[in-house]
């Protein structure tokens, strides 16, 4: 799928593609730090038990040991098992608490591969980016596993205590890591975030996404949504992924109300002035929150009219749209893998430009400028057939204010939100370089020696399930 880019929708701010390993966000979480303080294991458990049954002489191995000498074989007998004593156990590998002891927890820990294909092995072949999880010692202070624990520790506000698994604050409650849901407190299943570790390419910088499984708040009735309308009494609909066999599958689930935590359009994040639950979204899906700017609480939906008219950010309204946002790259996209068709996709309600018309332009795929038909892709994962919804969006903006002024085939810049591009689109041509286009039906509407082509928004190995629109394009 080749790159581009369009003009007029805030996508770029997303709390909901930041989760690092022990480092600092979560998808599945979308408002939380959870996945908290950077680990790597320092060896694998069976490298460390190899490299500890080297050490089974200590002061013994200088004695004789000649039978007879029943003294000196005692003394090194000994001397052997206060050593032995001395040596730390191995770390002990696990997938679950379960694997550990009762003063123990399953921490996340990552495998401390460096290259993004894998680090090269003595004995041939590659290791690859993965996690290397162990028991730790448990915190003797802390919220427990099914208790409300502090979703923003890095923040000044106190009001909850810290979950004992540091990697485990998952929408405000402390869970942990898991393989079914009978590993999960109650309220919670085992659901499936994503992790991006930094590494490198060769020598340039990189990331390894990686599946998490842990345990996500789901509490009641549970029921099967897209947007907060299937859901009764006041439910909201959170979205959630899940292990689908060998692969992964998302849906909406139906969760009871949650005491505190903020409706669809109200500020979260860390830096809301709310404190404990109160930082956090219904449906989990805190949008454009920065360090410094609250987010907005963002709802799923299956089309445009599931969404509020506007909502507020950085005390601006806005209006909205309904589009799909990736939330984990699939089981052929991680450590190090590239290809995207079986990547999961939250659908949930984005801001575009203030001054947009939003008129249905699906029939026309032309709007008048300098507005732009833009095209909406909602999906969910793989398994669900995805489709666009095409709207029409202002492309003046504060640093354009007379509009675009690139036409068709004209060179733009693809790293750039405003490329100047007046049918909304920078499209990468054969050579990587951006050339301005818009979406069409036939070649009647390119110009710039551009032809109506297919483009693919979201591919999928099923192609009736894929998101392909037309565009002029090189």
């Known amino acids: 799928m080749s790159k581009w880019t369009q003009t007029g929708t805030m996508l770029a701010l997303l709390a909901l593609t930041s989760l690092?390993?022990?480092?600092?966000?979560?998808?599945?979480?979308?408002?939380?730090?959870?996945?908290?303080?950077?680990?790597?294991?320092?060896?694998?458990?069976?490298?460390?038990?190899?490299?500890?049954?080297?050490?089974?002489?200590?002061?013994?191995?200088?004695?004789?040991?000649?039978?007879?000498?029943?003294?000196?074989?005692a003394d090194a007998a000994a001397d052997a098992t206060a050593d032995a004593a001395d040596v730390p156990a191995p770390p002990k590998p696990c997938a679950t608490n379960s694997a550990c002891d009762a003063k123990e927890l399953c921490g996340l820990f990552y495998n401390g591969v460096e290259q993004l294909l894998g680090d090269p092995q003595p004995n041939g072949g590659k290791k690859l980016p993965a996690w290397a999880n162990i028991c730790v010692e448990r915190p003797k202070t802390g919220a427990a596993e099914g208790q409300s624990c502090d979703p923003y520790g890095s923040d000044t506000d106190a009001t909850l205590p810290a979950c004992v698994n540091q990697s485990a604050c998952m929408q405000g409650l402390c869970t942990?890591?898991?393989?079914?849901?009978?590993?999960?407190?109650?309220?919670?299943?085992?659901?499936?975030?994503?992790?991006?570790?930094?590494?490198?390419?060769?020598?340039?910088?990189?990331?390894?996404?990686?599946?998490?499984?842990?345990?996500?708040?789901?509490?009641g009735p549970g029921t099967a949504c897209e947007r907060d309308a299937d859901c009764t009494s006041g439910a909201a609909c959170r979205p959630l992924t899940r292990r689908a066999g060998a692969g992964l599958s998302a849906r909406g689930h139906c969760v009871q109300p949650e005491a505190g935590k903020a409706a669809v359009g109200a500020a979260c994040g860390a830096a809301t002035t709310a404190t404990g639950l109160g930082k956090l979204c219904a449906t989990s899906l805190c949008m454009y929150e920065t360090t410094t700017i609250a987010g907005t609480c963002s709802a799923t939906c299956s089309t445009s009219t599931d969404c509020p008219a506007t909502m507020s950010w950085n005390?601006?309204?806005?209006?909205?749209?309904?589009?799909?946002?990736?939330?984990?790259?699939?089981?052929?996209?991680?450590?190090?893998?590239?290809?995207?068709?079986?990547?999961?996709?939250?659908?949930?309600?984005v801001l575009v430009n203030q001054q947009s018309s939003l008129k249905d332009c699906a029939t026309s795929r032309a709007c008048a400028e300098p507005e732009a038909c833009l095209p909406y892709a909602i999906a969910w994962g793989p398994d669900v057939g995805a489709k666009i919804e095409y709207r029409c969006i202002q492309q003046k903006t504060t640093t354009l204010p007379g509009g675009p002024t690139l036409d068709d085939g004209a060179s733009c810049e693809l790293s750039k939100s405003e490329h100047g591009c007046k049918g909304g689109l920078c499209i990468a041509d054969a050579t990587g370089k951006g050339r301005c286009g818009r979406l069409c039906l036939d070649d009647s509407t390119c110009g710039g020696g551009l032809t109506c082509k297919d483009r693919t928004l979201i591919p999928r190995a099923d192609a009736a399930k894929a998101a392909v629109t037309k565009a002029c394009q090189p």
């Open 20 to 73: 690092s390993p022990l480092a600092s966000g979560c998808n599945a979480c979308s408002e939380d730090e959870a996945v908290t303080g950077k680990q790597k294991a320092t060896g694998d458990a069976s490298a460390d038990a190899g490299a500890l049954s080297g050490l089974d002489g200590g002061d013994g191995q200088g004695v004789d040991g000649a039978a007879g000498d029943a003294e000196a074989d």
């Open 315 to 349: 005390g601006v309204a806005y209006p909205t749209a309904c589009a799909a946002i990736r939330n984990n790259r699939g089981i052929d996209g991680q450590s190090g893998g590239s290809a995207s068709g079986d990547d999961i996709y939250w659908p949930h309600c």
């Open 176 to 219: 942990g890591l898991c393989m079914q849901d009978a590993d999960c407190p109650k309220g919670a299943i085992c659901g499936v975030t994503e992790s991006g570790v930094a590494v490198k390419d060769g020598a340039a910088a990189a990331t390894a996404w990686l599946s998490v499984d842990i345990c996500l708040p789901m509490p």
